[in-house]
C-alpha cells in the first residue's frame, strides 16, 4: 500500500506563485518517477511535469520556463514550484508516482486558483 498527500495549493493573483508538494508513504522502496498532473475545470487531466528517480524532468510546453519539478528522494517528496501563474493554471493538481514492481497511485489533488 501506499499514500500520497498533496498540499500547497491555494487562491493567487495571476503572477504570483505557489509551491506543492507530494508526500509519498507506504510502500514506497521502488518509486522510480513521479509526475504532477492538473485538471482545468470542465478539461480532462493532463501531465505538466515529471521527474525520474534519476533526476531527469520533462515539462508540458503550456507550463515551461514557469513550473519547475523537483524531488527529495530521502523524504519521497516530490514539489512543483509554480511562478508566472496565469487563470489558465486554474483546477486540481495531483500527484502519480510510479513503482517498479507495483501499480501505480494517485493522490487526492490540491487545488489551485488563480485570480486574473
Same mark, same amino acid.
Not at 500547497?8 to 503572477?15: E, K, R
Not at 528522494?73 to 496565469?86: D, E, G, P, R, W
Given at each position: 500500500?501506499?499514500?500520497?498527500?498533496?498540499?500547497?495549493?491555494?487562491?493567487?493573483?495571476?503572477?504570483?506563485?505557489?509551491?506543492? %508538494?507530494?508526500?509519498?508513504?507506504?510502500?514506497? @522502496?521502488?518509486?522510480?518517477?513521479?509526475?504532477? &498532473? #492538473?485538471?482545468? /475545470? $470542465?478539461? =480532462? *487531466?493532463?501531465?505538466?511535469? %515529471? !521527474?525520474?528517480?534519476?533526476?531527469?524532468?520533462? &515539462?508540458?510546453?503550456?507550463?515551461? $520556463? *514557469? @513550473?519547475? !519539478?523537483?524531488?527529495?528522494?530521502?523524504?519521497?517528496?516530490? &514539489?512543483?514550484?509554480?511562478?508566472?501563474? =496565469? /487563470? $489558465?493554471?486554474?483546477?486540481? +493538481? &495531483?500527484?502519480? !508516482? #510510479?513503482?517498479? +514492481? %507495483?501499480?501505480?497511485?494517485?493522490?487526492?489533488?490540491?487545488?489551485?486558483?488563480?485570480?486574473?
Amino acid at each position: 500500500q501506499v499514500q500520497l498527500v498533496e498540499s500547497g495549493g491555494g487562491l493567487v493573483q495571476a503572477g504570483g506563485s505557489l509551491r506543492l %508538494s507530494c508526500v509519498a508513504s507506504g510502500r514506497v @522502496f521502488d518509486i522510480n518517477r513521479m509526475d504532477w &498532473y #492538473h485538471k482545468a /475545470p $470542465g478539461k =480532462q *487531466r493532463e501531465l505538466v511535469a %515529471s !521527474i525520474t528517480s534519476g533526476g531527469n524532468t520533462n &515539462y508540458a510546453e503550456s507550463v515551461k $520556463g *514557469r @513550473f519547475t !519539478i523537483s524531488r527529495d528522494s530521502l523524504k519521497n517528496t516530490a &514539489y512543483l514550484q509554480m511562478n508566472s501563474l =496565469q /487563470p $489558465g493554471d486554474t483546477g486540481t +493538481y &495531483y500527484c502519480k !508516482i #510510479h513503482r517498479a +514492481y %507495483s501499480s501505480s497511485a494517485w493522490g487526492q489533488g490540491t487545488q489551485v486558483t488563480v485570480m486574473s
